[in-house]
Nanobody
């Protein structure tokens, strides 16, 4: 069974930065390095939305709202993923979720951007 655990959330002022981490454990069909990793977020009263993805070869995609501010990365040896978030805005406030492959989700980590 695959376990996905996010960490690194917290309260930050507008313009600040946070780095989220996603740690994966357990038996992963096909292997961690071959699985796409993605970060999603769900703000208050909002639907969950895709923030960024990173494929096994390192190809990345980003939502328009975070391009140029967020960077997704992964460490296959450690079975970890990361989301570096810079120039944070109040509208980035949300619970951030990590997903591995198509169905392995973490419980989320809260990010609050407020002065």
């Amino acid at each position: 069974q695959v376990q996905v655990v996010e960490s690194g959330g917290g309260l930050v002022q507008p313009g600040g930065s946070l780095r989220l981490s996603c740690r994966v454990s357990g038996i992963i069909l096909g292997g961690f390095s071959l699985s796409t990793m993605a970060w999603y977020r769900q703000g208050p009263g909002m639907q969950r939305e895709l923030v960024a993805t990173i494929a096994n070869g390192g190809t990345t995609t980003y939502a328009d709202s975070v391009k140029g501010r967020f960077t997704i990365s992964r460490d296959n040896a450690k079975k970890m993923g990361f989301l570096q978030m810079n120039s944070l805005k109040p509208e980035d406030t949300a619970v951030y979720y990590c997903r591995l492959g198509v169905s392995s989700w973490g419980q989320g980590t809260q990010v609050t951007v407020s002065s």
